[in-house]
């Protein structure tokens, strides 16, 4: 999919507190910037449930090598 450049005009505080933000999350501002309208302009989930909805992209950083850690500890 092609990329397009996008000129803002953000205030300063605004953008060096979003760059902090992203870097703790291990992502960059860019990609910040473009989840939040493919977010709000994407389609509904077609009646997902309530709690299903709460839980959507919690596992998005997730280690499935830690999952089997912890399931080998608990089970052998």
């Known amino acids: 999919m092609a990329k397009y450049k ?6 300063r505080s605004v953008i060096a507190r979003a760059k902090r933000y992203a ?3 291990g992502t960059s501002l860019s990609k910040m ?3 939040y309208p493919a977010l709000i302009s994407a389609p509904p989930p077609a009646r997902m449930p309530p709690v299903l909805r709460s839980l ?10 830690d999952y089997k850690k912890h ?6």
Do not use: F, M, S
């Open 6 to 11: 996008l000129t803002l005009n953000v205030e």
């Open 23 to 25: 870097k703790q999350r």
């Open 33 to 35: 910037v473009e989840a």
């Open 56 to 65: 959507r992209g919690i596992l998005k950083r997730a280690d499935p090598a």
């Open 71 to 76: 399931l080998a500890e608990k089970y052998l």
